[in-house]
């Protein structure tokens, strides 16, 4: 039985992972293409998934006609769409903006699953959530500059996308093991990044660079924020409901901000001060949150 402290670990480490995809991802687009970069991560981390699953799974990895159509629709616009977006935000937008507009999606996904999975979200929940988007701003502070209207729309579309495939998620992971709606998924999207990676960089001219110092941060990037970080996460999304998982995404763009001001030599600000001290808060409310639900549970068994 998992432990009442496990949760919420897990979950910060997904967040946290994830967090430092925008510094690893900022240096890896300084020299490969978004679109390419996402072929190389999905390639990678589908290959490793589905052979682990096939190993562990004994062969059995094959996935139902009727379930098809779903696991499509987290292939293209889970995966793909969204992450083509996300990293194309950052290439024509800016990482902090990116990393602002990705904080809202525990209130996107929050009020999907309420909406179409019938999930519950309690008063301190919620207080959790609209403490924890707030920090999110404050962090940020005003990422104005060097954001246009398309990147902005850009950024606005990988929330919306990934926010209602997480919906679809929770719903095959129901069903199948997160090994194999993973490396599908990451497959599907693998097969679409090819093609498109190979036009864009044909359109557009951007240079692909392959040196030595790409290496570290393009690894860490495809094996830990996409094959591992991915798959625990659709294996919290199993047993938890999506509303709590979400809201610790506000801690994205904290781990963000630190790792900056430690990795790109960032300047440390009031203004991250005050906003790591409102996701803290939110953090506390939603462990207690969970813990209040745990132990109602409890009783009434």
């Not at 959790?128 to 950024?155: E, N, R, Y």
Request: net charge positive.
């Amino acid at each position: 039985m998992q432990k009442s402290w496990q949760s919420p670990l897990l979950c910060t480490l997904v967040i946290v992972i994830w967090g430092s995809l925008y510094i690893s991802g900022r240096l890896v687009l300084q020299q490969i293409p978004a679109l390419l970069v996402l072929f190389i991560r999905y390639a990678l981390s589908s290959g490793i998934l589905l052979g682990v699953g096939y190993h562990t799974l004994h062969g059995h990895i094959a996935i139902a006609r009727k379930d098809w159509g779903e696991l499509l629709f987290v292939g293209v616009v889970g995966y793909y769409l969204s992450n083509a977006a996300l990293f194309l935000g950052i290439q024509y937008s800016s990482a902090s903006f990116a990393s602002l507009i990705n904080s809202l999606t525990p209130v996107v996904i929050s009020g999907l699953a309420i909406a179409l999975l019938g999930e519950k979200v309690t008063k301190l929940q919620g207080l959790s959530l609209l403490v924890a988007v707030l920090g999110a701003g404050i962090i940020i502070g005003k990422p104005t500059a060097g954001v246009t209207p398309l990147g902005m729309g850009i950024c606005v579309f990988a929330l919306f996308s990934w926010a209602y495939a997480t919906i679809h998620l929770k719903k095959l992971t129901a069903i199948y093991d997160p090994l194999l709606v993973t490396g599908y998924g990451m497959a599907i999207a693998a097969l679409l990044s090819l093609p498109t990676a190979w036009a864009f960089v044909r359109l557009t001219g951007d240079p692909v660079l392959f040196t030595d110092s790409l290496w570290a941060p393009l690894l860490y990037t495809c094996l830990v924020c996409t094959a591992f970080a991915h798959l625990l996460w659709n294996e919290l999304l199993q047993k938890l409901p999506a509303t709590y998982c979400a809201s610790f995404y506000p801690l994205q763009p904290l781990t963000s901000m630190i790792l900056g001001v430690a990795m790109l030599g960032e300047k440390m600000t009031p203004s991250l001060l005050l906003g790591a001290g409102c996701i803290v808060t939110a953090m506390v409310l939603n462990s207690l949150a969970a813990r209040k639900a745990t132990t109602s549970l409890t009783e009434r068994q």
